[in-house]
């Protein structure tokens, strides 16, 4: 508005080129669900536990839920996977970076969560391929804008745990659908959230000058 004869280039968050974005198709390998980011009040990990445990029972036995990340939260975290016996259905990791090791847990992984606010983990996780369950209602950071409901990703009602085990369930009612949706998923973030895609505005301003 302020300057309407100018213009505007922007440029993606992106964590990885284009030959680092790859799925995995198996069925009989993908059963896992992920969250990947900080341990804080903010971003909700608890409820997302708590939302495991409420519908825990009604889960084929071979499901993980796999924790990454460090934060003040991680302690209750442990507790309550403790006392409500969930030690072997929930893995709590630390901070992982290391590519190899995160590829192998979202390759297994039928989708992600975000129980709290997006953030670079939704890109990180459509460059594996792996759909999203994100909070409807929250202060999202800019990456919500990759999210195409009914494509890569599902919203339950923020805060709300009854719902958010409701859309846990339907992602495995309806696990060769997303399944088949994950090629899709990679191509859509290679275009536009690889390293090449975040670098190219940069390239076309410098080529101009």
Not at 33 to 56: C, Q
Not at 111 to 132: A, D, H, K, N, R
Not at 162 to 184: A, F, V
Request: glycine share 4%; hydrophobic share 35%; with cysteine.
């Amino acid at each position: 508005v302020r300057m309407p004869n100018k213009t505007i280039y922007f440029a993606s968050n992106s964590l990885y080129r284009l030959d680092q974005m790859k799925t995995n198709n198996s069925s009989s390998l993908i059963h896992n669900m992920i969250y990947v980011g900080r341990l804080t009040e903010k971003k909700k990990p608890l409820l997302l536990i708590k939302s495991f445990h409420a519908i825990y029972d009604k889960l084929p036995k071979n499901i993980k839920l796999f924790m990454v990340g460090n934060g003040p939260e991680k302690e209750k975290m442990i507790e309550y996977v403790e006392q409500n016996n969930l030690i072997s259905s929930v893995e709590i990791f630390g901070h992982v970076d290391d590519y190899e090791i995160l590829k192998k847990l979202y390759s297994s992984s039928l989708f992600s969560i975000s129980p709290g606010y997006i953030g670079l983990s939704v890109t990180q996780s459509f460059g594996f391929g792996v759909p999203m369950i994100v909070s409807k209602y929250e202060n999202h950071s800019p990456e919500i804008e990759a999210i195409k409901e009914g494509e890569n990703a599902v919203y339950f009602q923020t805060d709300n745990i009854e719902d958010l085990s409701k859309k846990i369930y339907n992602m495995y009612e309806t696990k060769d659908k997303w399944i088949s949706e994950r090629k899709n998923i990679v191509e859509d973030c290679q275009r536009h959230y690889s390293i090449e895609a975040m670098s190219s505005p940069f390239i076309e301003v410098y080529n101009q000058n």
